[in-house]
């Protein structure tokens, strides 16, 4: 149902704001995100784009599913998953603030019964450097994701086994961490997770946010799957509980834009808060994580970039922050397969903050295998460049010799291979350097020789057949 009705309802929300984007990159970005949904099969897809701190598009794309009556809509609340980390980790700062717990905390204090508690702080918890085994490494829902479970169940089972290692000494990406931090969230504010977070954050930023578990039926979009290259099927959600404080959350691209938007205006959060944030944690030996607390921190342009994924049953998401430049993309899609969420994210972000890729300068021998292969085009057309060559090798290149190799090498078209052979040696005050020229159905060896140095002309260029 799904790969058929995409073609037919490929359609757009207004966009909000959207005269900050020129009608170029509109049209663009409509066919990055085309693009990316049909290639990989994905239903739909949800955007949102921040510039200069804000919302300037808002579109929804594509079949959202049969919850969805009346065409995309930008408005549907996609579950975010994973980027749910970032509300929990900026919980535990805002209760740090509150002076009813500290990020140094050891979890004893909170939730005694995990293993090595006395030994792992909240820091650890949300930097995914604590050593507790992730309860779902999957990228599909198991077994026991058919029943509901709480968190201590999750503890119970996951978090009582030995640690994978010592806290603070690898990184290894845990959700059951995140659902200890949950646990004590609730514990040092004596409010549920979720109503902790809409008196803090959604309901001062004006976001409509809800439990993820709730995220299903009319109204929202339908989560989808594949096996192998077959059919798009409908997701079955995973029963209640399953992504507490490690994805909790369902909203909008534009209700997660607005919070990117908090991010960098410096807002909800103190900037202390937000830097610690966006705070690289290192390991005891001081090697990288490229992890804060419940971000992933990279670099574009030179330039901090601020950054997570997620996934859920049947649902994918990027969510992308440049603070310096003000700049964040949202991309939601209702599919666990594909990759079109990282595509479409990327794709935008090369488009409004393009990076010219740093010049990369030629080996010696780089440069001589691409002059090498452009002489062997030239000889094949009839056409070469006799200031490439010596005095002795124009003398070979006469009429006859020139005639011959384009009468027998053009009909072969263009060579699948054009590969060094072997290293290059020096002989006779010149430089030795062989090509394997493979076709479909035969392969051609060129042996050359040639002055020493970048620009040194080829003395030889016989081309004959292996």
């Known amino acids: ?37 049909k290639s990989s099969g994905v239903p739909s897809a949800s955007v949102a784009i921040v510039r200069e701190g804000k919302i300037v598009f ?87 994701m058919e029943t509901a479970v709480t968190p201590q169940q999750i503890v119970d089972r996951w978090g009582k086994k ?3 290692f010592t806290p603070g000494t690898a990184w290894q990406y845990s959700n059951t961490g995140y659902v200890v931090a949950g646990m004590i969230i609730e ?28 995220a299903v039926g009319k109204g929202f979009p339908q989560g989808t799957h594949r096996y192998a290259l077959g059919p798009v099927r409908p997701a079955k959600p995973a029963a209640d509980g399953w ?35 966006e705070t690289e944690v290192k390991l005891a030996d001081g090697s990288p994580t490229r992890y804060g607390l419940g971000v992933s921190l990279g670099e574009h342009g030179g330039k901090k970039e601020v950054s997570h994924g997620g996934e859920a049953v049947g649902f994918l998401s990027s969510n992308l922050v440049i603070p310096e430049e003000r700049f964040a993309v949202v991309s939601l899609v209702s599919a666990d397969f594909g990759g079109a969420h990282d595509v479409i994210a990327q794709g935008i972000t090369d488009l409004l903050l393009p990076v010219a890729a740093p010049a990369t300068a030629l080996t010696l021998d780089q440069q001589r295998d691409a002059l090498a292969r452009k002489l062997f085009d030239q000889l094949r057309a009839g056409t070469p460049d006799r200031s490439l060559m010596t ?39 010149f430089v030795n350097r062989n090509y394997m020229i493979r076709y479909k159905d035969r392969t051609l060896v060129a042996v050359t020789y040639a002055e020493p140095g970048a620009a040194g002309k080829f003395e030889q260029f016989l081309v004959m057949p292996r």
């Not at 929804?60 to 408005?75: E, K, L, M, S, T």
């Not at 929990?88 to 090595?116: H, N, Q, R, Y």
């Not at 205006?265 to 944030?277: G, H, I, S």
């Not at 002795?392 to 291979?417: H, I, K, M, Q, R």
Request: proline letters at 6%; hydrophobic letters at 45%.
């Open 1 to 37: 149902m799904f790969r058929s009705a995409f073609a037919a309802t490929l359609l757009i929300a207004t966009p909000a704001a959207a005269q900050q984007l020129t009608p170029e990159q509109t049209a663009k970005v409509d066919t990055i995100v085309a693009d990316a949904l």
């Open 58 to 144: 808002t579109k929804a794309y594509g079949d959202q599913g049969p919850g969805i009556a009346r065409g995309p809509d930008v408005n549907a609340k996609y579950q975010i998953a994973s980027v749910s980390k970032q509300f929990t980790a900026a919980a535990i700062l805002l209760l740090e603030d509150e002076g009813k717990l500290s990020l140094d905390d050891k979890v004893s204090k909170w939730v005694p019964d995990v293993t090595d508690a006395d030994k792992i702080t909240i820091r650890q918890l949300l930097s995914h450097t604590a050593g507790l085994q992730d309860y779902w490494p999957q990228d599909y829902s198991f077994k026991a």
């Open 162 to 164: 030995p640690l994978d």
């Open 187 to 214: 514990k040092a504010s004596g409010r549920k997770l979720l109503d902790y977070l809409e008196a803090k954050i959604f309901k001062p930023l004006g976001i409509h946010a809800i439990d993820q578990d709730q």
């Open 243 to 277: 992504l507490w404080a490690a994805g909790e959350l369902a909203m909008s691209a534009a209700d997660l834009a607005r919070w990117d938007i908090a991010r960098i205006d410096r807002k909800v959060l103190t900037p202390e808060d937000w830097a610690v944030q």
């Open 391 to 429: 005095e002795d090798a124009n003398y070979f290149f006469d009429a006859t010799a020139l005639g011959d190799y384009c009468d027998s090498l053009a009909p072969l078209g263009e060579p699948l291979v054009f590969a060094p052979i072997g290293k290059p040696r020096l002989r006779g005050g």
